[in-house]
């Protein structure tokens, strides 16, 4: 198994983690790959939040539009999808690798196969109040809405009429979702995510403020990461 270095970047949902990873990555020349379970497939774009194709093309982004809503994935699947683009990457060009599904970081530190090492692993990860990202998710909803989220999503459905069992766990993408559902749901999962980084990993608690990251990447980064064979 090789192994490189990377920055990184966890938190729930809407806690502005990706707008701080890409002004990071400006500064420093970086590309990014994305840790995120739903980024994933192709053509959730306004449901998912995924960043527009400017951004996606100027840090030549991975971990996103990797399969579609048709298709199986897995934490495996996501691992192998991160070997591929990181081994493309010069060893000179630093890496910002943000996202929050935990899973991943996991997997990317200490391996899918191995047993729980004590500590877990140790990176950073925002600490925002919960009542901050509940009005964060409630507009980043309206945003959805106005952007056309009811068409994509029926527009989807009729490209892909049967959905991988993965793929409709996606918030936003079931027939019959209100937006209050979709309130409710999101708000749920930013709470998953928070309390997976309070327990399954040694969470580096930083604020959400581009200061405060580049204050923390400078002295505990970069992380080693592990990179399996294919």
Not at 10 to 18: D, I, V, Y
Not at 29 to 50: E, N, P, Q, R
Not at 169 to 180: K, M, N, P, V
């Amino acid at each position: 198994m090789a192994s490189r270095f990377a920055y990184l970047l966890a938190g729930p949902t809407a806690s502005g983690k990706s707008a701080i990873a890409s002004a990071l990555a400006r500064e420093m020349g970086a590309k990014i790959l994305s840790a995120d379970s739903m980024l994933v497939y192709k053509g959730m774009d306004i449901g998912t939040a995924k960043p527009s194709k400017s951004e996606i093309s100027e840090f030549s982004m991975g971990g996103v539009d990797v399969v579609t809503p048709a298709e199986e994935f897995s934490s495996g699947a996501w691992l192998r999808a991160a070997a591929d683009w990181l081994k493309a990457r010069p060893e000179s060009e630093p890496i910002i690798i943000v996202g929050g599904t935990g899973l991943y970081f996991s997997a990317l530190l200490r391996g899918l196969d191995r047993k729980w090492e004590q500590p877990p692993p140790e990176y950073p990860v925002i600490r925002i109040d919960r009542a901050v990202v509940r009005r964060r998710i409630a507009d980043r909803l309206d945003e959805m809405f106005m952007q056309g989220l009811e068409a994509e999503k029926a527009a989807l459905h009729e490209l892909y009429p049967v959905w991988s069992r993965t793929a409709s766990l996606a918030i936003g993408y079931r027939e019959g979702d209100t937006r209050e559902k979709i309130f409710v749901r999101t708000c749920q999962l930013a709470k998953r995510q928070d309390t997976w980084f309070r327990h399954q990993a040694s969470a580096i608690y930083v604020e959400p403020t581009v200061e405060a990251v580049r204050r923390c990447w400078r002295e505990n980064g970069p992380w080693r990461i592990e990179i399996p064979e294919i």
